[in-house]
């Protein structure tokens, strides 16, 4: 059912697609030729490149693992509305990379009966690097300038929750996960290789205990990296957590957790590209023991 | 003439030479230098044969104003502004330079020169002065020497940060590290064609390292305007006659769902404010609108989950909230908040769990802050601050918490992103 629905949306937004003419895919000037804009034998026009964190994204495709939610596989649900806008200084320089998603959603259900097993949800998360060339340190008063080997960021997560089957009358709260970035990127094909320091606060709340309130407080790492074809085509994504959280009541307990993804747009209706993409991610500690999990499936990109 | 000469004299005519000062009625002719159709060089490697460097004290080229690419005998990438009128261009390296002197990356934050461009050989011939200059450079940043741009004023009211610091104090939580974070954006309107701004919070977290604080504010908002006409006026007949305009500025404040979780020696306090208003009067506020001291008055209503029933909390507060200087380098903020518990149902907001203590039918809330935060220094243009504050609570609306005064005092450093120069911020005028 959940797939019925997916596809069915996927074509009803994939219908709506604008008409395509030379330069608008890749904002060029009207009448240049257009990188991004392929014509075949007949001169018809179609989108060569794509931009991945723009536009409405809907996946479906399968889970697996031996542990719950994905024992034994499970169907998996994904949308996120993603944002990119970078911004130039007017001598055309790179200056401010900015990703954000807006209402990040994931669903498992038992394949079949489409029973709900598990369910995430994040509002709105931000990644925000200021790039420069020479990268500085400035003491203000003096104006000392002391070079500097990293691009500065941050990555804010707002609004996160999720809920297990396993453990139906308890939900995880994520109000506020935050990270500072040192990246060494460069933004170019890698748009980005950061890491740094994180904070953040979670609250376990449960119909039958009272809250356990989760706090890292800078004792963890987060290791985020991205790459990108030029074309929007492939992307490569790893992320890393990893460190010590706080639970009160409880103690201090390890917890890491790793996911490896890639896409990949095989084809695309109306100019909406249609990806597959894979993704491995383990986790372990934080209450939970230890666990792997994969998935493959079929991703669509409206607005990309 | 082309018709690309033509059009770039009127543009110099138009747009870029100062005009003196005419009488009424007089039409003074401005003579315009000569172009020539110099196509900018874009070589970044080309060199002169002299280096580049810009001296201590050189004006610097203006934004408003048209720059032409430059040739000039020695070589070089160059920009100039000339002045028809003082027959004087000041002329600046069109490029960051090396500690040599020599051109290694283009200008950042710089417009491109314009072509067609000038000649220095062209406008000496017909008079003209060469003015050694540095390029032009937005408001609320600095070029050195080298022409390498750097922010030197910055908004922090309008930025992300995200900041640890260590506190000490009499709260139950003192003695922690402390980890806070948050969003700040001011969005300066119009609203009936009167300059307004609104100043924004979200997100904004305080949490004790231990774990036994906590402290979160999804969003907040409060707008201000600036009245071109006062709300009332008194006007005295004593002696001559005197008008006087109170500083009356009012205007809203809202909060919507605020979080505060702590432990006591009674167990866990999780209070959740589900939104605020009140409404504002500014005592006095800077031109900006950014800077302001301010009387608040309204109501909230929040829950308690270890408390039966819910409460309305009327409050009232001064709030203080001061740029010490232009560059936005200090700051000094202040709340004073009383606020008084109107409880609802039936157990009138008392514990749930009887062998709690009951809480006074009577409750309120008294809450005093300081802070001051200044910019140390910035990292590509980012600003890292320190804050030092002092926070005071006296409140008998939770178990197993002291009624006394409690005080604490935190400092701390800020990572901030983005906090962009100061709106008001101004150009550098030279090196």
Redesign the interface.
């Known amino acids: 059912m959940a797939a019925g629905l997916s596809i069915a949306l996927a074509a009803a937004l994939a219908g709506a697609a604008p008409s395509l003419s030379p330069g608008e895919a890749g904002g060029g000037p009207a009448g240049a030729a257009d990188p991004c804009v392929g014509r075949d034998a007949l001169g018809r026009a179609f989108r060569t490149c794509f931009d991945p964190g723009r536009g409405l994204e809907l996946s479906y495709g399968a889970a697996f693992g031996g542990d719950t939610p994905v024992g034994g596989g499970a169907s998996d649900l994904r949308l996120a509305w993603r944002w990119r806008r970078d911004l130039f200084s007017p001598s055309g320089s790179l200056e401010w990379l900015r990703d954000m998603s807006f209402l990040e959603g994931r669903g498992l259900f038992t394949s079949g009966d489409a029973e709900p097993r598990a369910a995430q949800v994040l509002l709105w998360r931000g990644l925000f690097v200021r790039h420069r060339a020479s990268p500085f340190l400035l003491v203000p008063g003096p104006r000392i300038r002391l070079p500097f080997p990293f691009d500065v960021g941050l990555l804010v997560e707002a609004g996160g929750a999720s809920w297990d089957r396993a453990r139906p009358r308890e939900a995880l709260l994520s109000p506020v996960r935050s990270a500072l970035l040192l990246d060494v990127g460069g933004h170019g094909v890698l748009r980005r290789l950061a890491f740094g320091p994180e904070v953040a606060w979670t609250v376990r709340v449960s119909n039958e205990a009272p809250a356990v309130h989760g706090i890292v407080p800078f004792t963890a790492g987060v290791v985020d990296a991205r790459a990108e074809s030029r074309d929007g085509l492939a992307a490569l994504a790893f992320s890393f957590r990893g460190g010590s959280s706080l639970s009160v009541p409880g103690g201090a307990e390890g917890f890491a957790e790793a996911t490896l993804a890639v896409e990949r747009v095989v084809f695309a209706v109306n100019d909406r590209p249609f990806a597959l993409y894979a993704e491995g991610s383990l986790r372990g500690g934080g209450g939970r023991g230890r666990s792997a999990e994969a998935g493959v499936g079929l991703r669509a990109g409206f607005g990309r | 003439m082309t018709i690309l000469h033509a059009l770039s004299i009127l543009a110099i005519s138009l747009g870029q030479a100062e005009r003196s000062q005419p009488g009424p009625g007089e039409d003074v002719p401005l003579a315009s230098p000569r172009l020539v159709p110099a196509e900018k060089a874009d070589k970044p490697d080309a060199q002169p044969k002299q280096p580049m460097r810009v001296k201590e004290g050189a004006p610097a080229l203006q934004l408003d104003r048209t720059t032409r690419c430059f040739e000039r005998a020695g070589g070089g990438k160059w920009r100039a502004q000339c002045d028809a009128t003082t027959k004087r261009c000041l002329v600046a390296p069109d490029a960051e330079l090396d500690a040599e002197g020599l051109a290694v ?8 020169c314009t072509v067609p461009g000038w000649r220095e050989d062209d406008l000496v011939a017909q008079g003209y002065q060469m003015i050694p200059a540095l390029a032009e450079t937005p408001p609320g940043w ?1 070029r ?1 020497e080298r022409q ?1 741009i ?3 004023s910055f908004d922090l009211n309008r930025r ?1 940060w ?1 900041g ?1 610091g260590w506190g000490a104090g009499g709260f139950p939580w003192s003695g922690q ?1 402390e ?1 806070t ?1 948050g ?1 700040r954006l001011d969005v300066p309107f119009h609203l009936l064609n009167a300059p307004a701004l609104a100043r924004i919070r979200a ?1 904004e ?1 305080y ?6 604080w ?1 402290d ?1 504010t ?1 969003f907040g908002i409060d707008a201000s305007r600036a009245y071109p006409s006062p709300l009332f006026r008194i006007t005295t007949f004593i002696g001559k006659p005197r008008r006087f305009d109170p500083p009356l500025f009012v205007g809203g404040w809202l909060e919507v769902l605020r ?1 505060e ?1 702590f ?1 006591t020696s009674a167990g ?1 306090f ?1 209070r959740t404010e589900g939104g605020a208003a009140a409404l504002t009067l500014d005592l006095w506020r800077s031109r900006d609108l950014a800077s302001f001291v301010r009387l608040r008055g309204g109501a909230g209503y929040e829950k308690t ?1 270890q408390l039966d029933g819910a409460a309305w909390v009327p409050h009232a507060a001064l709030d203080l909230d001061l740029t010490l200087d232009r ?1 936005g ?1 200090h700051h000094l903020r202040l709340t004073a908040l009383s606020e008084w518990l109107s409880t609802t149902g039936t157990n009138r907001y008392q514990p749930r769990d009887p062998a709690t203590p009951r809480l006074p039918a009577r409750r309120f809330r008294e809450t005093a802050k300081a802070e001051y935060e200044i ?8 600003p890292v601050s320190a804050v030092l504050d002092v926070r005071g609570q006296r409140r008998n609306d939770v178990p197993g918490l002291s009624d006394r005064w409690n005080v604490q005092g935190t400092a701390s450093l800020r ?1 901030n ?2 906090a962009p120069p100061r709106r008001d911020a101004p150009a550098q005028e030279k090196l």
């Open positions: 990356t283009g200008l950042d934050r710089a417009p491109a600095h050195d390498r750097m922010q030197v992300i995200l640890a590290g980890a974070a969003v997100l977290t949490a004790a390292f231990d774990g036994k906590a979160f999804a979080v979780t432990r866990w999780d989950t560059g380098f910019i140390l220094l910035a990292v590509n243009d980012q990572f992103l983005w």
